[in-house]
C-alpha cells in the first residue's frame, strides 16, 4: 500500500470513526437531556418563563428530529398573573448543520394551550433578550386553545378553540406570516384569518404586533334567543392589546326566537379590540335591518362583578316601524306600519337566558303616520277620528294615519311607557303603562281628548241629552275629555271608559 493510500485510508478511518462517534452521542442520553436543557433556555429567554419539558429524544434518520413532549412554561411572579404555556407534543426536523444554528425547517405542535393575561411591563431598560434568535421555516399547530384572561379572577375567561395555526418564516426578533382557523365561542362559527405576527415582545406580550384579515361565519342561534346565520369579513392591525378592526357583517335570516320573523340585516362597523380581554368597543356601527338604518357605539366588554361580556351601546334608528315590530311579534304581517325615529341606550347582560328577557332599553320614539293592518283596529282608529272632529257619520274618513311618541324602558320583558301619546286628526290620547313581550299583553290608561264637545260624537236623541253634560267634560282646551283604558293584544286591543274616574269626577 503506498503512502498515499495509506493517508487516505487513515483519513477515511478518522472521519468514519468521527461520524460513529457522533451518532453515538447523539444517540445517547446525555444528547437527550443537553437538548432538552438548550430547548428549556432558549424558551425561558424568549419568554422570561419558567420551562420544563417531560421528555425529549432525538431520531437521525431519515433526517435529525427533536421529539418532546410535556413542554411547559410559567411566568411566576407576586403582583400579577402572567402567560401559562402547555404544549403536550412537539416534534422539531431539519439537517444537524441548520440545527447547530439554530435554524430549523419544520416544528409540529400537538395539543397546545395559552393563557394571556394583562401582565405590566416590567420597568427599566436592563431586561434584554441574551438568547440566540431561533429561526424557524413553518410550524403548523393542531388541536390549541388560546384563553383570555380577564384582570378579574372572578370573571371567566374567553376561549378560543385553534383547530389549525401555520407560522411561516418564524423568528422572535422579526414579524411572521401566519394562517388558522379558529372556533369562536358565541356565537359558534369559524373564522378564518392570514396576515402578520410578531415580533414577539418577551415582557410585554400584549404589544406585540397583529395584523391581517379574517372571514367569520357563524350560527347566530348559538345565542339564546336569537337566531339566523352571519357572514362577516374584514382586516385589522395594531398590538394584541388594541387592535383596530374594521368589516361588514351580513345576517340574511336574523330573527329573535320571541317571534321568528327572519329580516335581512347588513352592518359595517369599525372596532378596536383589546385581545388579551376579549372586549370590543364599537367606534361605528352602520346597520340596514330590512329597510331602516341604524348607527350604533358603544362595547362589548366584562363588567365588574360579572362573569361575561356585557353589551352597552348607544343606538339611533331611522326607518319603518314594522321592520321592528316583526322582530317581537308573532304575525304574518306587522300590526302596524309606519315611520320610526329612535334614540336609546341598550344593554344586554351576560347570562344563558332569553335575549328577549335580559335585553335593557331606555329612550324615547316618534312614530309618523301610521296605520294598522287589522281591518277591525283601524276601523276604530277611524271611528275616532270621525268622532273627534264632530262627524260621526261621515264615511269618507277611512284609513287614518296615526302619529305616537313618548318615552320608554325595557327590562325583564316587559315594555313601560310612562307617558305615551297617540293622535289622529281630531283625537289625541295621552297614556301610560306597559307592554309584557312574551304575552303580548297590554295595559294602560290615560285620557282621551277629543276636538269636538262629547255631543257632537254622536247623532240623533243621544247627542241632545249630552249637550247637558257637554261642560262636564270640557277639559284643557279639548272639546271632550274622556278617562280611558286599554287592555287586550297589540293585534286585537280593547279600548273602553275608566267608569271609577268618571264616576269620582
Known amino acids: 500500500m503506498t503512502r498515499r493510500r495509506q493517508l487516505l485510508f487513515g483519513t477515511l478511518t478518522a472521519i468514519g470513526l468521527t461520524l460513529l462517534l457522533a451518532v453515538a452521542v447523539l444517540s445517547s442520553n446525555w444528547a437527550e437531556r443537553r437538548v432538552g436543557q438548550e430547548i428549556v433556555r432558549i424558551l425561558e429567554a424568549r419568554f422570561d418563563a419558567t420551562a420544563a419539558v417531560d421528555e425529549v429524544t432525538l431520531t437521525l434518520f431519515p433526517r435529525?428530529?427533536?421529539?418532546?413532549?410535556?413542554?411547559?412554561?410559567?411566568?411566576?411572579?407576586?403582583?400579577?398573573?402572567?402567560?401559562?404555556?402547555?404544549?403536550?407534543?412537539?416534534?422539531?426536523?431539519?439537517?444537524?448543520?441548520?440545527?447547530?444554528?439554530?435554524?430549523?425547517?419544520?416544528?409540529?405542535?400537538?395539543?397546545?394551550?395559552?393563557?394571556?393575561?394583562?401582565?405590566?411591563?416590567?420597568?427599566?431598560?436592563?431586561?434584554?433578550?441574551?438568547?440566540r434568535d431561533l429561526a424557524i421555516d413553518e410550524i403548523r399547530v393542531n388541536n390549541g386553545l388560546l384563553r383570555l384572561l380577564p384582570d378579574n379572577p372572578e370573571k371567566l375567561p374567553l376561549n378560543f378553540q385553534l383547530d389549525t395555526v401555520t407560522f411561516r418564516d418564524f423568528s422572535f426578533e422579526h414579524a411572521g406570516r401566519y394562517s388558522a382557523v379558529l372556533t369562536n365561542p358565541k356565537p359558534e362559527g369559524l373564522i378564518r384569518s392570514s396576515g402578520s405576527f410578531g415580533p414577539w415582545n418577551t415582557y410585554a406580550p400584549r404589544s406585540t404586533p397583529l395584523s391581517g384579515d379574517y372571514q367569520f361565519?357563524?350560527?347566530?342561534?348559538?345565542i339564546n334567543g336569537i337566531?339566523?346565520?352571519?357572514?362577516?369579513?374584514?382586516?385589522?392591525?395594531?398590538?394584541?392589546?388594541?387592535i383596530k378592526v374594521t368589516g361588514t357583517a351580513t345576517a340574511p335570516d336574523f330573527q329573535l326566537e320571541l317571534a321568528k320573523q327572519p329580516l335581512n340585516l347588513d352592518t359595517r362597523f369599525r372596532a378596536v379590540v383589546d385581545g388579551t380581554s376579549g372586549d370590543t368597543y364599537l367606534e361605528e356601527v352602520d346597520a340596514t335591518l330590512g329597510k331602516s338604518h341604524i348607527l350604533a357605539k358603544g362595547s362589548v366588554a366584562g363588567a365588574p362583578g360579572a362573569k361575561g361580556r356585557t353589551i352597552a351601546l348607544d343606538v339611533k334608528a331611522d326607518g319603518r316601524f314594522e321592520d321592528f315590530l316583526r322582530l317581537a311579534v308573532k304575525a304574518q304581517q306587522p300590526p302596524m306600519r309606519g315611520g320610526i325615529t329612535l334614540a336609546t341606550t341598550l344593554v344586554i347582560p351576560p347570562g344563558d337566558i332569553d335575549v328577549a328577557q335580559k335585553i335593557q332599553l331606555r329612550g324615547s320614539f316618534k312614530i309618523l303616520r301610521g296605520q294598522?293592518?287589522?281591518?277591525?283596529?283601524?276601523?276604530k282608529v277611524d271611528e275616532l277620528s270621525r268622532r273627534g272632529r264632530g262627524e260621526p257619520e261621515n264615511e269618507r274618513v277611512q284609513n287614518v294615519v296615526a302619529d305616537f311618541g313618548g318615552n320608554f324602558s325595557l327590562q325583564s320583558g316587559r315594555l313601560d311607557l310612562p307617558k305615551f301619546q297617540f293622535s289622529v286628526e281630531g283625537a289625541r290620547v295621552a297614556l301610560g303603562g306597559n307592554y309584557r313581550l312574551p304575552t303580548q299583553r297590554l295595559d294602560f290608561e290615560g285620557a282621551l281628548l277629543l276636538d269636538a264637545p262629547l255631543s257632537r260624537t254622536t247623532t240623533g236623541f243621544k247627542s241632545l241629552l249630552?249637550?247637558?253634560?257637554?261642560?262636564?267634560?270640557?277639559?284643557?282646551?279639548?272639546?271632550?275629555?274622556?278617562?280611558?283604558?286599554?287592555?287586550?293584544?297589540?293585534?286585537?286591543?280593547?279600548?273602553?271608559?275608566?267608569k271609577g274616574r268618571i264616576i269620582g269626577r
Open 466 to 498: 249630552l249637550k247637558v253634560v257637554d261642560p262636564l267634560f270640557r277639559k284643557d282646551g279639548a272639546g271632550t275629555m274622556l278617562p280611558i283604558v286599554v287592555t287586550g293584544t297589540v293585534s286585537q286591543p280593547s279600548f273602553g271608559l275608566d
Open 217 to 222: 361565519d357563524a350560527n347566530l342561534a348559538t
Open 64 to 131: 435529525l428530529a427533536i421529539t418532546g413532549r410535556g413542554l411547559t412554561f410559567t411566568r411566576e411572579r407576586e403582583e400579577h398573573r402572567l402567560p401559562f404555556v402547555r404544549i403536550d407534543r412537539f416534534h422539531a426536523s431539519g439537517s444537524l448543520v441548520r440545527l447547530l444554528r439554530l435554524s430549523i425547517d419544520l416544528v409540529e405542535i400537538e395539543g397546545f394551550q395559552i393563557d394571556v393575561a394583562r401582565g405590566p411591563k416590567p420597568p427599566g431598560e436592563s431586561m434584554k433578550v441574551t438568547a
Open 227 to 242: 337566531g339566523g346565520t352571519l357572514n362577516s369579513s374584514g382586516s385589522f392591525g395594531g398590538v394584541l392589546e388594541s
Open 372 to 379: 294598522f293592518a287589522s281591518d277591525t283596529v283601524q276601523d
